[in-house]
């Protein structure tokens, strides 16, 4: 129980503290979707278009080459993983406090696709940075977050926060 607080706070601390993707004027505020078909990219003229993981896509075109757009997605993809960790967590514990072990194999295989699809978007999003300082620590968080091989238990506050940290360094914040 004391993780799911500590992941709760820290989850409100990356939502609140990925501001600039919050103030997008679309208010559109969409779950990630999973690897197999991409992760929402902001667009240059503000509207949103679709990423395919390794294949080139719009979304890609966007955000290739633009670090303040590559900084805003890899904000918004931290925030909406944050919180899809917290509702994991909270899945599992409940899914074993009931002891029923159909929910429990269900939430751990949710935990880990959520888990890698974040590591995927990490890695994915530093392939496009121009920027040699945001694409290593988007490729160095992206190992860090597969590290955990779908282990959403594995996830602290303070690992959560230097990932933040990491992230806000590389794109000068």
Known sequence: MRRLLCLTAVTGALLLGAGCSSDEP?????????????????????????????????GDVALSGNSDAICQQAAK???????????????????????????????????TRDVENYAFALTDMSKLAADPTLKAALADMGKQVKALKGDVRKLDAAQLTKLQETLDKACGE
């Not at 993809?77 to 002891?99: M, V, Y």
């Open 77 to 111: 993809t931290g925030g909406d993983s944050a919180k899809n960790f917290a509702e994991d967590l909270k899945l599992l514990i409940d899914a074993e406090t009931a002891q029923d072990a159909d929910q429990v194999a269900k939430a751990k295989a949710k935990t």
């Open 26 to 58: 679309t208010g559109t505020t969409a779950a990630p979707t999973p690897v197999t078909s991409g992760t929402a990219a902001p667009a240059p003229s503000g509207g949103t278009t679709a990423a395919t993981p390794a294949g080139g896509g719009s």
